[in-house]
């Protein structure tokens, strides 16, 4: 299947089997473009890996420790969580491809310290809870085309980290150029301000940062475990 029928195909009911199809064909057509349509090739993907690790957590920098446990939502082959694990005690990822996976195992094997897990695409069911001290996800949710998958993904974050524990999150904020009219498993769904307050409703959780971005169609937020 293309890319474009990907997207043009009718959204099928069960959004988990959905989102796990058309990421493990990405996954399996060229892992590498799906992850970062710009710099794919050579040593390019690395090092834009290592650029998006520092973006990522810089602005934290007053709150990191290097015997932090972390975890990567969307891990994707592991480009972020290399530099993680060189950085942090334990470094682990979920992903919801297989393809993705398999092929994290391999590109990490020199990091004893990550681990990758097969996860269910909405949740964190099979990760330890109050474990973790770190939660990070780049450039994930923007494909989730399901606003309710995203609030269980922060609500199941709160589970899995420790007391203090930081989850920094990226969210698309507005349609992108070429967008249709529905939501799919590229162009995912808005997160509007109003869903962080909703969430706060639902968790205990404090606000660090809401809805934070020089780019109007993306912001971050960072949410604090108290
Ligand atoms: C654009 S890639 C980014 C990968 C990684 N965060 C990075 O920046 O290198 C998006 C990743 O999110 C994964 N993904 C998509 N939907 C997901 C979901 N519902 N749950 C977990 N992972 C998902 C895809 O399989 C893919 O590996």
């Not at 934290?60 to 993680?84: N, T």
């Given at each position: 299947?293309?890319?474009?029928?990907?997207?043009?195909?009718?959204?099928?009911?069960?959004?988990?089997?959905?989102?796990?199809?058309?990421?493990?064909?990405?996954?399996?057509?060229?892992?590498?473009?799906?992850?970062?349509?710009?710099?794919?090739?050579?040593?390019?993907?690395?090092?834009?890996?290592?650029?998006?690790?520092?973006?990522?957590l810089?602005?934290?920098?007053?709150?990191?420790?290097?015997d932090m446990?972390?975890?990567?939502?969307?891990?994707?082959?592991?480009?972020?969580?290399?530099?993680?694990?060189?950085?942090?005690?334990?470094?682990?990822?979920?992903?919801i491809?297989?393809?993705?996976?398999?092929?994290?195992?391999?590109y990490?094997?020199r990091?004893?310290?990550?681990k990758?897990?097969?996860?269910?695409?909405?949740?964190?069911a099979?990760?330890?809870s109050?474990?973790?001290?770190?939660?990070?996800?780049?450039?994930?949710?923007?494909?989730?085309?399901?606003?309710?998958?995203?609030?269980?993904?922060?609500?199941?974050?709160?589970?899995?980290?420790?007391k203090?524990?930081?989850?920094?999150?990226?969210?698309?904020t507005?349609?992108?150029?070429?967008?249709?009219?529905r939501?799919?498993?590229?162009?995912?769904?808005?997160?509007?301000?109003?869903?962080?307050?909703?969430?706060?409703?639902?968790?205990?959780?404090?606000?660090?940062?809401?809805?934070?971005?020089?780019?109007?169609?993306?912001?971050?937020v960072?949410?604090?475990?108290?």
């Amino acid at each position: 299947m293309t890319e474009q029928d990907r997207r043009t195909a009718p959204p099928p009911a069960d959004v988990t089997a959905w989102m796990r199809s058309d990421w493990d064909q990405r996954g399996g057509e060229h892992a590498k473009y799906y992850i970062n349509t710009v710099e794919y090739t050579g040593f390019d993907f690395a090092l834009s890996g290592c650029r998006d690790a520092f973006e990522v957590l810089g602005l934290l920098h007053k709150d990191l420790r290097h015997d932090m446990r972390m975890l990567e939502i969307g891990c994707g082959i592991g480009r972020m969580l290399q530099f993680f694990a060189v950085l942090f005690q334990e470094a682990h990822g979920i992903d919801i491809a297989p393809s993705m996976v398999a092929q994290a195992r391999e590109y990490l094997q020199r990091a004893p310290n990550a681990k990758v897990f097969l996860g269910d695409g909405r949740t964190l069911a099979g990760l330890e809870s109050d474990y973790y001290d770190l939660a990070l996800s780049f450039q994930v949710f923007q494909h989730i085309p399901s606003k309710q998958v995203i609030t269980d993904y922060v609500r199941d974050t709160f589970r899995v980290l420790r007391k203090g524990g930081i989850f920094k999150f990226l969210v698309k904020t507005q349609p992108w150029d070429g967008q249709g009219q529905r939501p799919d498993t590229w162009n995912g769904v808005d997160i509007s301000r109003a869903d962080v307050d909703y969430w706060l409703t639902l968790d205990p959780w404090q606000l660090r940062v809401a809805y934070d971005s020089e780019d109007p169609t993306k912001a971050w937020v960072v949410l604090q475990k108290p």
